[in-house]
């Protein structure tokens, strides 16, 4: 009888599971990555990883274009943003961009959204602050990653000289972008 019971509780989680089919531990952020999802990966690839349950294809009209973009959500709740969001280009329906906006997702280092600009400034080489359409912006090459702020209000002079040094270290990350 103990030998049933002990089977019954080895094997009882495999049929009981409703969860989804992507591995949920998977958050770490590295160039072209994030967790299972990949630059280059295709629209297929992508609902095998994910499947259908949890997406939703959306146009994103990017400066006024039609702009084709799978929403993956691995958030419960009512208020839910999208973690992930994955925009295509091309006509073979590839990732071109992956857009984060989860706190789980991070980077070896421990970027993510959350992360202050002097966090990041620490963790790698910033190569370029500046202003785009999206709010002021850090690049960073070595992981391929652009963090956008939601908070940062450069002093005066940065204006005039748009040196990356002048940017307060306390601006938070909002979202994340690979590339």
């Known amino acids: 009888m103990k030998i049933l019971f002990v089977l019954f509780l080895l094997v009882f989680p495999f049929f009981t599971y409703a969860g989804t089919p992507y591995k949920t531990n998977e958050f770490l952020l590295q160039k072209h990555n994030a967790g299972s999802l990949k630059i280059g990966m295709t629209v297929d690839e992508l609902f095998t990883i994910y499947g259908l349950r949890d997406t939703d294809l959306v146009d994103l009209y990017i400066e006024g274009s039609f702009t084709p973009a799978i929403e993956i959500y691995l958030q419960t ?103």
Not at 116 to 124: E, F, I, M, N, Q
Not at 148 to 161: A, K, Q
Request: without cysteine; charged residues 35%; glycine residues 8%.
């Open 77 to 179: 709740g009512d208020n839910r943003k999208p973690s992930l969001v994955a925009e295509f280009r091309g006509d073979r329906h590839r990732i071109w961009l992956i857009n984060i906006n989860d706190k789980r997702f991070k980077t070896d280092k421990g970027i993510g959204i959350g992360s202050s600009l002097g966090d990041v400034r620490k963790a790698y080489t910033v190569n370029r602050i500046d202003w785009g359409e999206r709010g002021f912006f850090a690049r960073v090459d070595d992981v391929r990653m652009t963090v956008i702020f939601d908070n940062l209000v450069p002093p005066p002079e940065w204006y005039e000289e748009k040196n990356p040094d002048l940017m307060p270290d306390d601006a938070i990350i909002s979202t994340i972008y690979l590339d």
